[in-house]
């Protein structure tokens, strides 16, 4: 099976830099997507229906703004896109398909970048989900939790890590989250599962000032997780880069499951 995610940084942007042309040759199982940047009338039909996939989304009240979404061609059960966590929910940052044997969530964690009031929501956002992920591990559910999680875990995952020690995405308390839910609870970053050491290579994102991009100055703020329940083998992850379809790159990673 495999499964791919990405920040587009905006549908209609990707679609024009050619996201479903590369889409479509993948063959994945699931992809989710990030950051939407638009609304369900926003949406034409190359956007939602592509060689057979159908598109599942949840979309930001707020115009031109942050949105979720998951294509695949396996029909879910059922579909969540409300946690009752009301910033989260209008700001269409989370969407779950379940299955018999599988969850596919693609969510797109809050950032706290511009200022204070957004990183205390960023910080309640990560309590929430503690619990929530906590309950799920106990109820025995397998799940791929995939998505922006705007945090980067260790010193390995981003380029600069020195100057970035107080900084939103790399503060301790948002790198101490992943740490719990790696050794505490059980599950995996299927990322570094695979590469334990990579560094430039595993990098997902790349700010627009200056010349990141061209520098590799970057960080690994993307990530698939799986529940301590998915325990099949993870057979390869790829950060894609041939091509740029937005400020992020697609990770993509093969597990030896099929739904």
């Known amino acids: 099976m495999r499964v791919i995610t990405v920040n587009l940084n905006g549908i209609r942007s990707a679609l024009r830099k050619g996201f479903f042309e590369w889409m479509r040759l993948q063959d994945a199982d699931f ?4 950051e939407l940047k ?37 029909k879910p059960k059922k579909i969540i896109t409300k946690l009752n966590f009301d910033t989260i929910d209008d700001e269409g940052r989370y969407i779950e398909l379940i299955y018999d044997d ?5 969510s797109y964690f809050p950032s706290g970048s511009s200022g204070d ?16 992920l906590n309950l799920k591990t106990q109820k025995k559910e397998k799940i791929i939790l995939c998505g922006d999680l705007n945090i980067a875990h260790k ?52 700010s627009n000032r200056g010349q990141a991009w061209s520098n590799n ?13 998915f325990n099949y083998k993870i057979k390869d992850a790829l950060v894609y880069k041939e091509e740029r379809f937005s400020d992020h790159s697609p990770l993509i990673v093969d597990y030896d499951f099929n739904l």
Request: with cysteine; hydrophobic share 35%; aromatic share 16%.
């Open 217 to 229: 100055v970057g960080w690994r703020i993307d990530y698939q997780m799986t529940s301590p329940s």
């Open 31 to 34: 992809i989710c997507i990030q």
């Open 117 to 132: 009031i957004r990183q205390e929501i960023k910080f309640d956002f990560l309590k929430f989900m503690t619990k929530f």
């Open 38 to 74: 638009a609304q369900e009338k926003d949406m034409t039909e190359e956007m939602l229906n592509i060689n057979g996939y159908a598109g599942y989304f949840s979309y930001a009240q707020k115009p031109g703004y942050s949105g979720v979404g998951i294509y695949t061609k396996i």
């Open 102 to 106: 599988l969850s596919i969530i693609s």
């Open 155 to 206: 010193e390995i995952d981003l380029k600069n890590h020195r100057g970035n020690k107080k900084n939103s995405g790399f503060l301790p308390e948002e790198r101490a989250w992943i740490t719990y839910l790696i050794e505490e609870i059980g599950w995996k970053d299927t990322y570094r599962n695979v590469y334990p050491n990579e560094e430039e290579l595993a990098y997902t994102w790349w």
